[in-house]
Each structure stands twice: as structure tokens, then as C-alpha cells.
């Protein structure tokens, strides 16, 4: 059982490109969820799915979108890539019920 | 929106040393987590905690869940080279996301 597979591990854009982080868990949890981990600042969550179909914002959802594409899968999508978006990129999973979360190993991307 | 203040910021110790650390917040929460990130790695949890008063153990780690439901505590006995990594609490009322706190970075020396 791989858990929480995240991919790319590490991406450069310039200013203004587009990308799509990938997520899959073979947890068989209802939830996921999208965190950004900044120096200094925690992990802070852009959005979440408690459920296949639903998404909502979290903290800091401004220049991103999400996908939850099945049960398995939940992509983030920046559209117009800047540099505040430099940061590490995680993952994670939930039962919903207790609210357990396990996370992926990140994604580390900078933009230029 | 909710916080979380986590102290210390960091600690630096020697191998064989205890060490403490809390997570307070003026909100109650209904459940503590405790994870910890080594370099390069995603957050693994530890300890989950879900009563007010509820110690939990696991190996040479003990977290606690504050009586008044607004903290938390974990600690680490004989310390080891292998527990450097940022610790972070979590907590989580009802009806809302995981809110965490900002990390205790922990070095030891051996």
C-alpha cells in the first residue's frame, strides 16, 4: 500500500504558467485535502473534499482550483502561476471521522 | 481565523535529555493531534488525543489533552539523535478543518 502518492516531487514554473499537482490515496478515505507549507507559517489548507464530488475553500484558496476526480484522486490547479505560490505542496487524507489526517510527501515548487 | 501557538519555536538539546512542548489556544477543541516532519517529508501523525484529560503514549512520547480543552502537551523522554524534525500540534472543533500549529523545531546532539 503506497498511502499517499503525490506527484510531481519537485517543479519549476515561470510566472504565469499553468500546472496541476496530482494526489492519489489507496487509503479508502472519504476525504482529502490541500495544504501549503510555508516557512514560518504552518501548514495552512487552500481546500478540501470531504466526499467524492464535493470540494470547499480553505484558508487560502485565492489562485487556485481543485478536482476531486474520483474517490481515489484530487488534483490542484494553478492557473496563472506567481511567486507568492512558491512552497511546498501537501497532500492529505481523512477517515471524517475523527479527523485523522495522513499526509503525502510533498510537492516542493517554485516559481520564478 | 483560529490559532494555534505552539512553544518553543525550537529547542536545541543534548542526546538523553526530556523535552516539553505545548499547543495553547483561547478556543476549545474537541481533538489534539501531534505529527512530526523530518527534512524533505510529509507530516506523520504520532499521538491523537479525543477527551479532556486523556494521556496517550507511544514508545517515549506522551501527549495530554489540557482539562480546560484549550491545550495540549507532548513530551519526549531520553531523547535520541532520531527525534530531530519539527513537531506540530493540530486541533479540530466541530464542524470545521484541522487548524495547526506553527512547529516546534527540535535538535539534539549527541
Known amino acids: 500500500n503506497a498511502g499517499v502518492t503525490q506527484t510531481p516531487k519537485f517543479q519549476v514554473l515561470k510566472t504565469g504558467q499553468s500546472m496541476t499537482l496530482q494526489c492519489a490515496q489507496d487509503m479508502n478515505h472519504n476525504s482529502m485535502y490541500w495544504y501549503r507549507q510555508d516557512p514560518g507559517m504552518g501548514l495552512r489548507l487552500i481546500y478540501y473534499s470531504a466526499s467524492e464530488g464535493t470540494t470547499d475553500k480553505g484558508e487560502v484558496p485565492n489562485g487556485y482550483n481543485v478536482s476531486r476526480l474520483n474517490k481515489r484522486e484530487f488534483s490542484l490547479r494553478l492557473e496563472s502561476a506567481a511567486p507568492s505560490q512558491t512552497s511546498v505542496y501537501f497532500c492529505a487524507t481523512g477517515t471524517g471521522v475523527r479527523n485523522e489526517q495522513f499526509f503525502g510527501p510533498g510537492t516542493r515548487l517554485t516559481v520564478l | 481565523g483560529q490559532q494555534l501557538n505552539q512553544s518553543p519555536q525550537s529547542m536545541f538539546i543534548q542526546e538523553g535529555e526530556d523535552v516539553s512542548m505545548n499547543c495553547t489556544s483561547s478556543?476549545?477543541?474537541?481533538?489534539w493531534l501531534w505529527y512530526k516532519q523530518e527534512p524533505g517529508e510529509g507530516p506523520v501523525l504520532l499521538i491523537a488525543l479525543y477527551k479532556a484529560g486523556e494521556l496517550t503514549s507511544n514508545g517515549r512520547l506522551t501527549a495530554q489533552f489540557g482539562i480546560t480543552r484549550k491545550d495540549s502537551f507532548l513530551n519526549i523522554s531520553a531523547s535520541i539523535p532520531s527525534d530531530v524534525g519539527i513537531y506540530f500540534c493540530?486541533?479540530?472543533?466541530?464542524?470545521?478543518?484541522?487548524?495547526f500549529g506553527k512547529g516546534t523545531t527540535l535538535s539534539v546532539s549527541s
Open positions: 478556543s476549545i477543541f474537541n481533538t
Open positions: 493540530a486541533g479540530l472543533q466541530a464542524g470545521t478543518a484541522l487548524i
